[in-house]
Each structure stands twice: as C-alpha cells, then as structure tokens.
C-alpha cells in the first residue's frame, strides 16, 4: 500500500481541501499551544524552584525540550503528511492498536475533556469582563462549544481565518504584558522564599518542568491536519518550528515580565500573576486588559482543538475502526461533519456532568504517554525508509529523540507518583479502549 493511502480510503472519494498555507498552518502552532497556562502555570513553577535564576531554567528546559519536539514532529509531518497524525504515525510503526488507543483517548477525555475545562476558563474571564453573573458560566461555555463545533463543519477556511484573528489577539496581550512589565520600573524584591523542596535540585527542576511542558504542549495537533496544508511537505515542518520559537521567545519574555513586577516571592504566591502584572504596572485598566487577552487566549486555543480532532476520528473510521459515516467528508465544505458533531456533542455532555476536571485528572499523564510513543516511531519509520531522501530531518537524532522521549516519561512516572489513584483509574479508561478496538476490528473483517 503506498504512502498516504489508508486501508479504508474506499470509504471515501472525497478528500480533504489543501487551503492552508504557512501563516495559517504557523497561527494554528501558536494557538494549539498558548492557551490559559502562560497566564497561571509561573506561579506553580515558582513555588517549586523558589529563585528567579531556577525558574528561568526551568522555563529554559522546557523551552529545549518543546524545540526538540518541533524538530520531531516536524520530520514526522514530513515523512508522512496524513490526516490524524500522531494516530497515523501510531498506526503504521506499532499497529493499529496503538493508533486506535490514542484516538479513543483524545476522543474520550483528553480532547473532549480540554475542550470543557478550557470553555470554563473562557466563561468564567468573559463572564467577568462582561459584568455577568457567575451562573451564566456553563451556558456561556456551552454556547462557545456550539458556535465553534458549528463554524468549523462550514470548512477549515473560515475556522483558519477565526484562528488568525484570535491568535494574533493573544499574541498582541502577551506582547502589551511583556512590554507594560519592562517599560514599568521594577520593583524591589527577595531573591527567594523558601528553600529548593527536600529531595534536591535535580529532583526540583524535575518537579518544575512538568508544569512548564504542559504548558509548551500542543504544537502537535497541526499534524492533524497535515492533509488540508499546501505543500505539508514543506510547509508543516516551518510553521512547526516557526511557531514553536514563537511561542518560546514569548513564554520566556513573559516569565521575566513577572519575576520583574513582583518577584519570586510575589510570583510564587500569585493566583492570577498575569492581571497582577498588569494590575501593578495599569491598574484597574491593566486587569481588564490582560482579562480581554485571556478571553481571546482561550477561544483561540478552543478553536483550534476543535478545528484538528476531528480529523484524528476521521482517519480512523477511514481504517475502518469508527463507524463509516465518520469517514465521510462534507462534499462541499471537505470537512468530516459527523466527528466534528459527535466531538462537540460529547464534550457539552462532559461540560454540563461537571466531571471534566475529574476525567481529565485521571487520564493527564496519557497525553504525554502518547507523546512519547509518537516520538518513538521516528526510529520505526527511519528505518522503514530505508535511504529515501527527505527535506527534513531532526538535528542530532537520535539522541535528541531519545531526549524528548526521556523527558515524556518523567513526566508520566511524575504524574502517577503524584496521584497514583488518579493514574490507576486513568490506565482502565484507557485499557476500555482494547476491547471497544477488537470489536470494532471484527465488524472491519466481517464486512
């Protein structure tokens, strides 16, 4: 079977519009990965490491580690430029159990989950701006759910183009944060607050850097939709690696911008470091500022999982693991309207139950279980190509990949020492996924 052809393409004559070029496929990097963290996790890291020096190099580890990622997926989107991504790497190096599994987690909790919990952020950052009460939140979440599902059934152009606007709005918030912090004069503040947590300074970073890659995840959601990218061969790799700098320069820059306005002491003990930056240097008029940016943070960031998931469900009724209508493309609008409803539908259900932040507690280390996988099927797939030329290929790999898949797992062992509970309960939602996988296989064969 040749490259980019899935056993189940017959399902389907109609294929994906190639309507995105490189600022879009870039845009979509930037706001796959910038959503509410930048604006919380610094606090987190900075309780952990309690000096400006180690938080800057915990920000400067994950910055390596996001970069190493680009590089990673980058060759993966080079060498195979398939709807799904991860899960058609997946697929083709391990099996199609591991594709389905990572599908079924996305769709599961991970995607859908994500998807109600930061609809809330946005609820709760509009609802506030707006001078709404509280109780409006789930229905305002709700609605940004619908109205996005239904913009992006209607085709990838007018979603792209709701992602460039919203991602240049975030962009414009960091940049105003970034430049009000460094134009202000700083204040004066302590070094530290507590010692480096028992256990070490290795062990601290390490501790450090799981909220920190958390917050630089996401650039590989573009790969989904590798097939709808003019040119994916050339144009994902640089809007991947353009768009990770991007980010880096501007998570690093942030990180000064508030270890500069309140310190180590102030950023530590901040619930909200981004409106007290803007507060202390703007005022009242700072906070609303920075509120307006988060609001665009988070739409953004909505829009993009829900454009690029879809795909991956898609790829996989393709195969034949889903049900056919799934497979199916829209035959003017290219895009698959049936995943696109089921991911929306499901994720409303998850918002209004109220247990998504519940479901996304026990299953948050698989995201990066399945990063690290997808990262080792570069080694497969090199292999398999045997001397085939390519444009693109990692710096360094293998010991870079080996890195970033080494930084995966300490991430992973992390989570499940932290919340063993949560970790056993994730596993078997997870492990559900094998037998839904070996039924939906015998219907493949059977037909």
Do not use: C
């Not at 400006?52 to 997926?73: C, D, K, R, S, Y």
């Not at 707006?130 to 979603?159: D, H, K, Y």
């Not at 500022?289 to 454009?307: H, K, Q, R």
């Not at 497979?327 to 089921?342: M, Y």
């Amino acid at each position: 079977m040749p490259h980019g052809q899935s056993p189940g393409e017959s399902l389907t004559t109609i294929a994906y519009a190639r309507r995105l070029g490189l600022f879009s496929a870039t845009m979509l990097v930037i706001g796959g990965i910038i959503g509410s963290g930048i604006f919380r996790n610094p606090a987190e890291v900075a309780r952990i490491v309690p000096t400006p020096a180690l938080t800057n190099v915990a920000w400067g580890m994950g910055a390596v580690i996001a970069l190493i990622g680009a590089f990673v997926f980058a060759e993966l989107g080079r060498r195979r430029p398939l709807a799904g991504g991860g899960y058609a790497y997946l697929r083709e190096a391990f099996g199609p159990l591991a594709g389905f599994l990572y599908a079924w987690a996305l769709l599961l909790v991970i995607t859908t989950g994500a998807i109600a919990a930061v609809a809330m952020t946005f609820a709760g950052y509009a609802a506030a701006l707006m001078g709404w009460p509280e109780s409006a939140q789930p229905w305002i979440a709700g609605g940004s759910i619908v109205f996005l599902t239904l913009l992006n059934i209607f085709g990838v152009r007018p979603a792209a183009w709701t992602q460039n606007v919203f991602t240049v709005l975030k962009l414009a918030a960091i940049a105003a944060l970034i430049v009000a912090a460094f134009a202000a004069t700083p204040g004066v503040h302590p070094d530290a607050v507590a010692p480096v947590r028992e256990g070490g300074l290795v062990l601290a970073l390490g501790a450090a850097l799981v909220p920190v890659l958390f917050a630089f995840g996401g650039w590989q959601q573009t790969n989904f939709v590798a097939e709808e990218i003019v040119n994916p061969e050339r144009n994902l790799p640089r809007a991947l690696i353009i768009g990770v700098i991007a980010v880096v320069a501007a998570y690093l820059l942030v990180n000064l911008a508030y270890l500069r306005t309140m310190g180590i002491a102030g950023l530590a003990a901040s619930t909200a470091p981004a409106a007290e930056t803007m507060a202390a240097v703007a005022g009242d008029a700072g906070r609303r500022m920075i509120a307006a940016g988060i609001v665009a943070s988070t739409f953004g960031f909505l829009n993009v999982v829900i454009l690029v998931t879809p795909r991956v469900y898609q790829a996989m009724a393709r195969d034949g693991l889903f049900f056919e209508s799934f497979a199916r493309l829209h035959p003017k609008w290219r895009t698959p309207v049936a995943a696109i409803l089921l991911q929306g539908a499901w994720a409303i259900v998850l918002l209004f139950s109220k247990k998504y932040g519940e479901l996304l507690d026990y299953v948050v280390f698989g995201d990066w279980i399945f990063f690290g996988l997808i990262a080792a099927t570069l080694f497969v797939l090199r292999r398999r190509d045997g001397d085939a030329p390519t444009t693109f290929k990692t710096p360094l790999h293998p010991v870079t990949t080996l890195l970033f898949i080494a930084a995966a797992v300490y991430v992973v062992v992390g989570s499940i020492a932290a919340h063993p509970r949560n970790a056993v309960i994730g596993s078997g939602l997870l492990l559900i996924g094998v037998p839904v996988h070996f039924i939906w296989r015998g219907r493949a064969t059977s037909h």
